[in-house]
């Protein structure tokens, strides 16, 4: 059976935007559930205050 494919969408995740409840959950969420074995994609939109060369996105 294939394994199932997850989209996280979080507006706040905590290595690119100030450490705070919510977003520690966007970070270590999608973290444990793919670790039990599923693929995960996390969406976050693009706030001018992160910088994309700093934190390597694309």
């Known amino acids: 059976m294939e394994n199932?494919?997850?989209l996280y969408i979080?507006?706040?995740i905590t290595?690119?935007?100030p450490?705070?409840?919510m977003s520690l959950?966007?970070?270590h969420?999608?973290?444990g559930i793919?670790?039990?074995?599923?693929?995960v994609r996390v969406f976050m939109p693009r706030f001018g205050t992160i910088?994309?060369?700093?934190?390597?996105?694309?």
Do not use: A, D, M, V
């Not at 793919?34 to 693929?39: N, T």
């Open 4 to 6: 199932k494919k997850i």
């Open 10 to 12: 979080s507006q706040e």
């Open 15 to 17: 290595p690119f935007l």
């Open 19 to 21: 450490e705070t409840e």
């Open 25 to 27: 959950i966007g970070r």
């Open 29 to 31: 969420l999608p973290q």
């Open 34 to 39: 793919q670790e039990s074995g599923k693929e």
């Open 51 to 58: 910088n994309e060369r700093r934190n390597q996105l694309h």
